[in-house]
């Protein structure tokens, strides 16, 4: 992974070597490029003919992204990073199928990649729609429904918990993803105990576009969420 610097300064050239970064690390370099996203001064890293050639044989991601297929949550864009940084698996309402915990599993375990984040997003259609198909008691047509179904138990929760704030559910629902990949993953579980990997549940602020931190496992992983 080449190095980001400011405009104007020197930047290591791209390379297709496996990452060093463990995972907190690997949470820092998301954080700062959020920062620089959100305050206008993005370095677009990764993103020349030069990198494109650099990974061509060969990818090392320092980041898993498991997201809402949401089109306003461009997790290349949010993060400020480029070509073979982010190994990125979108569903609406990050919802987490076999074929998603396969793809998160061969990123942690054949590519490497130290670190997975669940990324939600305030103002969230998929759980917005499964509120209304329990208040109406109505089955969306073809396959929302499975959509539906995979974030009722996360409306349950939230529920037992007083919680009734559409985006408190959402932060409800990244904690649940969260765990899920981890219940659901003995192979991502192993690996984040064996302290290869930790799991970092994030939410996006479409307006500002900032993201907070929301969920963690290790639990000291991130930091408390704003």
Do not use: K, W
């Amino acid at each position: 992974m080449s190095a980001a610097g400011a405009p104007g300064t020197q930047r290591t050239p791209a390379t297709s070597e496996a990452p060093t970064l463990d995972p907190e690390q690997a949470l820092a370099e998301l954080r700062a490029g959020n920062q620089r996203f959100v305050t206008g001064a993005p370095y677009h890293p990764n993103q020349d003919a030069g990198r494109r050639a650099a990974v061509a044989s060969a990818q090392h991601p320092f980041a898993v992204i498991v997201g809402c297929a949401d089109s306003r949550l461009a997790a290349e864009i949010i993060f400020d990073r480029g070509l073979g940084d982010l190994f990125v698996v979108r569903t609406a309402g990050h919802t987490t199928g076999p074929e998603v915990l396969g793809s998160v599993e061969y990123a942690v375990t054949v590519l490497g990649t130290p670190l997975v984040v669940v990324l939600g997003h305030d103002s969230c259609g998929a759980v917005q729609a499964a509120r209304d198909s329990v208040a109406t008691g109505s089955t969306p047509p073809g396959h929302l429904g499975a959509v539906v179904d995979a974030v009722v138990p996360s409306l349950r929760r939230a529920e037992a918990a007083g919680v009734d704030d559409i985006n408190g559910i959402v932060d409800i629902h990244i904690a649940q993803t969260v765990e899920a990949l981890l219940d659901n993953s003995p192979v991502l579980a192993a690996e984040v105990a064996a302290g290869r990997c930790a799991v970092v549940g994030m939410s996006y602020r479409l307006a500002a576009g900032e993201v907070r931190e929301v969920a963690a496992v290790p639990a000291g992983t991130a930091r408390a969420a704003a």
